[in-house]
């Protein structure tokens, strides 16, 4: 499953898509460039908590999570700022 959103990014708009990581249980979302599908955020489901929400919550609630998490926390800047993949817990 993949949710495109956008976010401005410098004063400009930009698309962004957050994909379910591969596997039999999705235990991750990526985030990355709409355009170019370079990764800049992998949210990982770590630790007990973490792997009953996976476990329990919709797909589409889960990526919609990682959205509102990565767009309070500010990682799609700091990942393009940095040019190193951001790392977070889901």
């Known amino acids: 499953m993949i949710q495109n959103f956008e976010q401005t990014i410098d004063g400009q708009v930009v698309t962004f898509c957050a994909s379910l990581g591969e596997g039999p249980t999705p235990h991750r979302v990526i985030i990355s460039e709409a355009e170019s599908a370079k990764t800049l ?7 007990f908590l973490g792997a009953l929400k996976v476990e329990f919550e919709e797909p589409q609630a889960l990526i919609a999570d990682a959205i509102r998490k990565v767009r309070s ?3 799609i800047e700091q990942a393009l700022r940095t040019g190193t993949i951001q790392e977070a817990a889901l």
Do not use: Q, R, T
Not at 41 to 47: F, N, R
């Open 73 to 75: 926390e500010g990682l």
């Open 41 to 47: 955020v992998v949210l990982d489901a770590s630790g």
